[in-house]
């Protein structure tokens, strides 16, 4: 037989280095392939604990990433007007010298005119570290446009969220329920996670407007009408307590469900939580009938008692539950309409929700001892778990909604239990365990302590002496007492205002402001461009780093090119966000698997120059030289505390490496590079569920270095701190709000979980229509954006709109709309889409680029068919009439309220491409070639 000879295994490869992907927040582990030195394909890492070989679209199109024309090739320095584009390459030594010319002064005579926030990095716990040794108070990541209101409600409320902090019990759950997520946050552990519990036949339902990714493949779809989540879930709450399907055991052991709220209306103390003198809470005891503090070896509290004491009646935490939630105003029929969800179906969603949380309850056989000392046979599984991003958390009620959500999985007893949701080392962390916000600024020194932490009343606040807000965000202040991730995307405008005062220089990394990482992209632009009466730039000096020429290029004085993700060093560290599982600690690396082809540095690594260059403290050694010649060197040799450094895995003991605490290891990163490029350290048997109440989970934290000492807490279903900032409100205590924000914080600020209507303000008969976007799966996190292979999935994005509005407004596929908001209008591309809530409209987000930037052609269809709904929103909210704008942002953290958008939409002619379209800017990379092919190895 004369067959072709076919060679079915090629040598792909001649060498394999395994490091940590970047192409989302996700964190997989990636083997990439190398030939003759080049990078030849990426797959996925069958060993790693986060994707376990599994490897999306975004993953493997990393190659592209690190070949894209868009990347710059020098340090910048800008030679035209602001906005221009046009810039000279300098060397570094020049881009160092003026950037410490720049910030020299300013550290010596007031650190808070230096504003410095950074975007999607994942090395917060290193940046603001920089932060606090250069001395400014203002210093923040993207977490306050993106979904700081998720991630602070999960801490107050129980010590952790969704995502980075935990994962449902993906081998037990039954039933599994997301609630406002698209396909990103997270996107392959969920993806391996949906298709393990669909193998096993459970269930998974979809709340979302729109049915798309997760919701696409959910066996029931709830196409809620957006911004009515909380309404919702408290409507189930109120459903479950009725029918008496709450774990009561649960509530009693482990929540401050039994704690007692001091009920005397004349007391500076009323609605606080009743505390013994060590201010323990206090619950009463069903053995003794006593009160007594809540942990004390062998108490029962009893969810049911009152205390009554000088005349006055005080309640249990679960008594103001009930009368809350078993009010008429919650029940399916109340609700109904306003949720776009019928009262039956609300009614047999909250009956799946408790009969397979309590029918389907089973025992795992295993003994665990409780931190009161009960020994407990076996672990009691409830197999329903949550998860829930940003579509439940990006509107002005997002904090509350998202407080709901903690408390139905709470009442049901199915967090941190078999089949429930479980957190992934170093969480648990309650808010209690976090620092507080510092802002004391010492001209010349370090800030007093870490910016960002959690509030727990007024005294914690961030204020001047004159009570103005201490940052140029306005984060902990009284506009939003509980903003633990800061407010990036007020910096720009509060700059540019002076309000609360002016600052020098904006120093950003990986945060495209003048694109779509703004509200109100045109007015950002301005305000980056415009000059005051000298002819000065109104914010005076701007330095940004980016290792593409994205949209915010054009608007900095001075570029500091980073490298791709592939060519640096990283750290995903356990003082930051690591890629724990919820079996396990671990966290991991990334190293150059390739050298940069171009005069480019790691951000971080930079950063280590510039300390040393400015003398911080942190980054100067006692004789005055640089204290780490690079990031690498800092991963290694840092420690936040003796024995704690960035990276836990092979820390030096007394007999060799060890895990968790211990010396630092010169030859640490080799080791990690040795094992794949991460490192694991398993909870043993039996320490692994109870986390916050389990003895042998607590001394595993203790030794792996996560606690000082074991830290048991209560879940918060009532979050106390919520209630000290309501006193303040009334009258109560030295710092006092502003007149004009009383009323807000008292009706905002309720210490359990309330609805209001997110978009009140927002013109609603004029503007029926909601407006959403959503990062499509194959670009989540916009940096893929210019990926020559993923742009050929979405080139454009088209508005989504649902069939009857389609027919009321005479559009079909390919028409074009005009889409107004209180705000502005854009005009755009439609297509016809029917699973979508018939009140809202949606796009992707960032698929829309300006001319000119990422090296993409003038006529790029990013350019000419994509859009950004970014310019239909903005910072403030439109005028109300009393005089004063309120912020477009949650009124307790301060999170952009992106998706409180509200349009109208009509048909229009086709313009030649969609509007507003800006001039294009200068490109400082050129344009990428037309055809970009080139061939790795012979
Ligand atoms: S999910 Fe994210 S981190 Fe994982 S392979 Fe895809 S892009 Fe990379």
């Not at 072709?4 to 996700?26: F, G, N, Q, W």
């Not at 979904?147 to 801490?155: E, H």
């Not at 008594?319 to 969800?341: C, F, K, N, Q, T």
């Not at 106390?720 to 006092?736: K, N, T, Y």
Request: charge should be negative.
């Amino acid at each position: 037989m004369n067959q072709p000879k076919l060679d079915l295994s090629p040598k792909v490869s001649d060498e394999i280095r395994k490091t940590t992907c970047y192409m989302c927040a996700c964190r997989c582990g990636i083997n990439v392939h190398m030939k003759d030195g080049k990078v030849a394909y990426i797959e996925g890492n069958r060993d790693h604990p986060v994707n376990k070989g599994v490897l999306c679209a975004k993953g493997s199109a990393g190659i592209m990433q690190v070949n894209a024309p868009s990347r710059l090739r020098a340090p910048l320095k800008r030679v035209g007007p602001r906005g221009s584009g046009e810039f000279e390459e300098i060397s570094w030594d020049e881009a160092l010298g003026i950037a410490t010319n720049w910030l020299e002064p300013i550290r010596k005579d007031d650190p808070s005119k230096l504003a410095f926030f950074t975007g999607r990095d994942q090395s917060q716990s290193f940046t603001s570290f920089w932060a606090q040794n250069f001395g400014t108070p203002n210093y923040a990541a993207h977490g306050g446009f993106c979904s700081v209101n998720m991630a602070a409600a999960g801490i107050y409320t129980m010590g952790g969220a969704f995502w980075e902090f935990g994962q449902p019990d993906w081998d037990h759950t039954k039933l599994f329920m997301l609630f406002g997520v698209a396909e990103d946050h997270d996107s392959n552990p969920i993806k391996m996670g949906i298709g393990k519990i669909k193998a096993r036949g459970a269930r998974v339902i979809g709340v979302n407007p729109i049915r798309t990714g997760y919701n696409a493949v959910a066996d029931d779809w709830v196409g809620i009408t957006p911004g009515t989540d909380g309404l919702f879930i408290l409507s189930m709450v109120h459903c479950l307590m009725k029918a008496g399907k709450i774990d009561v055991n649960y509530l009693a052991q482990y929540t401050n469900a039994p704690c007692f709220v001091n009920g005397d209306e004349k007391s500076s103390e009323f609605g606080l939580l009743l505390r013994d003198d060590d201010g323990k809470e206090l619950v009463m005891d069903r053995t003794t009938g006593k009160l007594t503090p809540f942990d004390q070896k062998g108490v029962k509290p009893d969810l049911a008692a009152t205390h009554r004491h000088a005349g006055i009646t005080h309640n249990t935490v679960m008594h103001h539950m009930a009368d809350r939630y078993l009010s008429d105003d919650y029940a399916p029929e109340a609700v109904a309409e306003r949720v776009g969800i019928s009262a039956q179906r609300i009614r047999t969603l909250a009956a799946e929700i408790a009969r397979v949380a309590f029918d389907e309850a089973f025992e795992l056989e295993q003994e665990w001892t409780d931190f009161r000392g009960q020994t407990h046979k076996t672990m009691q599984g409830r197999p329903v778990s949550f998860h829930s991003m940003r579509g439940i958390s990006a509107h002005a009620n997002g904090f509350q909604t998202c407080r709901a959500l903690h408390v139905l999985q709470i009442l049901l007893g199915s967090v941190e239990v078999p089949g429930g949701f479980r957190f992934k080392p170093p969480y648990p962390k309650p808010a209690t365990a976090h620092p507080k916000p510092h802002c004391k600024v010492t001209p010349g020194a370090p800030l007093d302590g870490p910016h960002l932490g959690f509030t727990h009343g007024p005294d914690d606040l961030a204020l001047r002496e004159d009570g103005t807000p201490a940052r140029i965000d306005k984060a902990f202040s009284w506009d939003n007492p509980m903003s633990s991730h800061g407010l990036m995307h007020m910096v720009i405008s509060n700059a540019y205002a002076g309000d609360p005062y002016k600052i020098d220089t904006l120093f950003m990394y990986m945060a495209n402001m003048s694109w779509n990482s703004s509200m109100n992209t045109r007015g950002v632009i301005d305000m980056l461009t415009d000059t005051d009466e000298n002819g000065d730039y109104v914010i005076p000096r701007i330095i940004y780093s980016d290792a593409y020429s994205s949209e915010m290029v054009a608007y900095a004085d001075l570029i500091l090119p980073d490298t791709t993700y592939l060519e640096r060093h990283d750290c995903i560290s356990l003082l930051d966000r690591p890629i724990c599982e919820a079996d396990a600690a671990a966290d991991a690396i990334r190293w150059p698997v390739i050298e940069p082809d171009r005069d480019v540095r790691g951000f971080q690594s930079v950063l280590c120059d510039l300390g040393a260059r400015l003398n911080l403290p942190g980054f100067t050694n006692e004789d005055g030289s640089q204290k780490y010649d690079d990031y690498a060197d800092y991963i290694v040799n840092h420690e936040r505390k003796p024995g704690i450094g960035p990276l836990a895995g092979w820390r030096m003991g007394e007999n060799g490496t060890q895990s968790g605490r211990g010396a630092a290891n010169e030859s640490q990163l080799e080791n990690y590079i040795e094992n794949g490029g991460f490192f694991v350290e398993h909870i043993p048997q039996g320490a692994n569920y109870y986390k916050p109440w389990n003895a042998d989970y607590q001394d595993w934290a203790v030794g792996m270095g996560l606690y000082d000492s074991p830290q048991p807490y209560l879940f918060s279903l009532y979050v106390e701190p919520m209630r000290r900032f309501q006193l303040a409100a009334e009258g109560h205590g030295d710092r006092q709000p502003p007149d004009h924000l009383r009323d807000r914080i008292k009706a905002t600020m309720d210490p359990l979980p309330i609805w209001y209507d997110p978009a009140a303000e927002n013109r609603a008969d004029e503007f029926p229509i909601t407006a959403l976007t959503q990062r499509p799966m194959a670009m989540y996190h916009s940096w893929g954006s210019q990926n020559a292979w993923l742009r050929q999935l979405h080139g454009h994005n088209p508005l989504y709109v649902p069939t009857k509005l389609m027919r009321e407004n005479g559009l079909q596929d390919g028409d074009w709309a005009r889409v107004t908001s209180p705000h502005g209008a854009i005009t755009v591309p439609v297509l016809e889409m029917a699973a979508l809530n018939e009140n809202t409209v949606w796009t992707w987000n960032a698929i829309g680029k300006r001319k000119g930037a990422w090296a993409l052609d003038e006529n790029a269809p990013e350019a000419t068919r994509g859009f950004l709904l970014n310019h239909l929103i903005h910072e403030l909210l439109p005028p109300k009439g009393d005089g004063l704008r309120w912020a477009n942002s949650d009124p307790i953290t301060g999170q952009a309220a992106w998706f409180d958008l509200k349009v109208r939409i009509e048909k229009t002619d086709p313009p030649t491409e969609s509007q507003p379209a800006m001039d294009p800017v200068k490109s400082p990379v050129g344009r990428g070639p037309k055809d970009l092919t080139w061939k790795v190895g012979k």
